[in-house]
């Protein structure tokens, strides 16, 4: 059974009151799961959408661009492009629907 400091973070967040109440950067924060021995996830995120704006403008960003964010390394931002190459091939699935 989840305890109530198991809502202190995204993830927690997430699962009590449902994605679509989750903040960019809560959502951003799940994906990227850790942060360092200095800043937490979400203020990994935080300093992601400072950077780039929205998450509508991290997609497409180069690796190495995603990188230069303290606590995103290769595989984090690998990680974060794949989010939205799942996401291009939804809206293309989608689109083909129509």
Known sequence: METETTYDHAG???RRLGPSKCTEQDLLAIIINNGTK??????????LLDKFGTVYDLQGKR???LMEIEGIGPTKA???????EICRR?????????
């Not at 200095?38 to 300093?47: D, E, L, M, R």
């Not at 939804?90 to 129509?98: K, S």
């Open 38 to 47: 200095k800043i937490s996830a979400g203020q990994v995120a935080q300093n």
């Open 63 to 65: 690796l190495c661009d």
């Open 90 to 98: 939804v809206i293309i699935h989608i689109e083909r629907e129509d």
């Open 12 to 14: 927690g967040k997430l």
């Open 78 to 84: 690998t990680q974060i492009a794949a989010v939205f």
